[in-house]
């Protein structure tokens, strides 16, 4: 495939529509690992449980400068899904970036964990997010979230609570209430309600 695509790496989507929450779980350079809407070709196969991704991009230098990325993600085992992914782009805010996600499956409920490491050009950071879906019914359900950020010499962290209602296959709510300290030390409280409408 090829055109304007979003980048492979990352548990969270990068669209509001399919986010568990209103927020997403990193706030500084570690939120740039995905979310980035690049100019490329993108190649993607599978072998049994295994599906590959590989990427190469216009990664906005003067020159025709490419940034790449590589994704592979594992099936195998029954309602258990890893991803592992690299991207490489001397250009971009991030400039090298490891991540690692996996998810898994149990009735109603999702559990998720993920690990990213990134260097950029004025330093380097990690962090990692912890989720819980519980599926209430069809149309509602409730979704707790706790993620860390560390970059340089300040540390981010969150706790997250949003509940979900689905009016429609097409509209939906989110309401979200989002505790935690950034990475200046400074205590910080975020309420929101979102609805989104999708066709």
Do not use: C, H, K
């Amino acid at each position: 495939s090829g055109g304007r695509m979003l980048n492979l790496l990352g548990y969270e989507s990068d669209e509001p529509n399919g986010l568990y929450t209103y927020s997403d779980a990193y706030s500084g350079n570690l939120n740039n690992v995905g979310q980035q809407y690049n100019d490329g070709v993108r190649a993607t196969f599978g072998v049994e449980d295994i599906a590959v991704g590989l990427s190469a991009y216009d990664s906005g230098g003067a020159d025709l400068d490419l940034g790449y990325e590589a994704q592979v993600i594992f099936t195998g085992l029954e309602n258990l899904t890893v991803a592992v992914g690299v991207a490489d782009d001397d250009n971009a805010t991030i400039q090298e970036a490891f991540n690692v996600w996996a998810s898994y499956e149990s009735g109603q409920m999702t559990l998720a964990a993920e690990y990213s490491d990134a260097e950029a050009a004025g330093g380097d950071g990690d962090g990692y997010l912890l989720l819980v879906n519980y599926q209430i019914n069809d149309n509602s359900s409730i979704t707790v979230r706790y993620s860390e950020e560390d970059w340089g010499a300040g540390q981010a962290e969150t706790l997250t609570i949003s509940p979900n209602y689905s009016f429609t296959d097409n509209l939906g709510a989110t309401i979200e209430y989002s505790t935690g300290e950034n990475a200046a030390g400074q205590d910080v409280d975020v309420f929101a309600i979102e609805t989104t409408f999708t066709f």
